[in-house]
């Protein structure tokens, strides 16, 4: 078979959530199934290494896709025309995005709405684009697949999707995610905090993260423990460095907050590794990766107990209502106060890390593909 792919978020030094989704199931699939060619599409030259083996084409097809205007004439029209110029068997589309032009049998990976619960979030035009084309990129396709039974039955009820067409193809976690040995949380530790243990958040800013609460009930926990808990927040800005910088100054202990911004992948395993918990209180997620991400370094995790959040965490985190202050501070109180419950949390994490894998994911997206007749 003849099968394209949509990677345009292969971005050399800058692969994010569904990056490392395309790179990790593409690197096994053209590896594990030689017999069929793969053509992968990019919107800008792409780097070599993304070629994974001799069965791989990367073609370059612009424009470049970045605002509505140009994401409508990279689907609609640039992908259908090359899609019949190559006489494609199967198109598979990893990116959220797909095309409703095409009568080419296809796999479209939707990972979540959770534009269409926060709209105010992201600007007009692309909720418009949205709003008009994803129940479109639905219909068309053959299968679907998402990454969380909650994102299963969110997009099936949002768009009165058959549960029968919908596959979940659960997200895996990186290599250098991985427990460290004693040493070396003692020195990431002497490195960022002076010795002192810390909780991370690891994310972009924005509302739906809910930084503001989450800082605001460190605040609190710190005042009422005396505890000498720091928390680190880590990943990009997208344009709210202010407001977040804003949200530490108003608190009392805002000598206690480190603000590390981008960090590097390896960088990001190792201080994630020394971590004492994880703190990911966010308003919605698909799934929430760095949950999955501390579990594979044995670092237990506060989490909200909305959308898929339960289902990724299980028996290795506290769960909380991400509204309420209260909850956040009294679970950072009782996960630093029961020593009992914090080790059993870190056994929770080998057990519950094995459910999430990238050959499993891998997989399970090729079973899913296998239901197209094409």
Not at 135 to 159: F, G, L
Not at 173 to 182: A, F, G, N, T
Not at 235 to 245: D, E, I, P, R, V
Not at 290 to 315: F, R, Y
């Amino acid at each position: 078979m003849r099968i394209v792919v949509n990677t345009r978020y292969l971005l050399k030094d800058k692969l994010e959530g569904m990056g490392w989704f395309t790179y990790h199931v593409m690197k096994r699939w053209v590896t594990d199934h030689p017999e069929h060619e793969f053509i992968f599409l990019f919107d800008r030259p792409f780097d070599s290494s993304f070629i994974f083996s001799d069965n791989v084409k990367g073609v370059v097809l612009g424009p470049k896709a970045r605002h509505p205007i140009l994401f409508y004439l990279w689907y609609e029209w640039k992908i259908p025309a090359y899609l019949k110029k190559v006489k494609a068997d199967l198109f598979v589309s990893t990116d959220g995005f797909s095309s409703a032009s095409t009568g080419v049998p296809t796999l479209y990976v939707l990972h979540d709405i959770a534009w269409y619960h926060f709209p105010r979030h992201i600007y007009y035009s692309a909720r418009k684009f949205y709003s008009y084309y994803v129940p479109k990129y639905c219909e068309n396709a053959e299968r679907i697949a998402t990454v969380s039974e909650y994102s299963k039955r969110d997009i099936m009820d949002t768009y009165a999707i058959s549960e029968a067409k919908i596959d979940v193809v659960y997200n895996g976690s990186s290599e250098q995610y991985k427990p460290l040995s004693s040493s070396e949380v003692r020195q990431i530790r002497a490195e960022l905090t002076d010795g002192c243990p810390y909780f991370i958040y690891i994310g972009s800013v924005n509302e739906r993260k809910n930084l503001a609460r989450l800082i605001t009930a460190f605040d609190q926990f710190k005042t009422e423990t005396g505890s000498t808990m720091k928390l680190i927040l880590a990943g990009g800005a997208t344009g709210k460095s202010q407001q977040l910088h804003d949200w530490v100054n108003e608190i009392n202990h805002s000598d206690d907050i480190q603000v590390l911004g981008y960090v590097e992948d390896e960088r990001l395993g190792k201080i994630l590794g020394a971590a004492y918990a994880l703190a990911y209180v966010s308003l919605f997620e698909g799934f929430g990766i760095p949950i999955l991400e501390a579990q594979n370094c044995h670092v237990p995790a506060i989490c909200s107990n909305t959308s898929s959040m339960p289902e990724v965490a299980g028996k290795a985190g506290i769960l909380i209502d991400p509204k309420s202050i209260e909850q956040i501070r009294d679970a950072m109180i009782t996960i630093t106060g029961d020593t009992s419950l914090y080790e059993r949390l870190r056994v929770a994490c080998e057990v519950e890390k094995s459910r999430f894998t990238w050959a499993k994911t891998s997989n399970l997206m090729w079973d899913c593909l296998q239901k197209i007749k094409a």
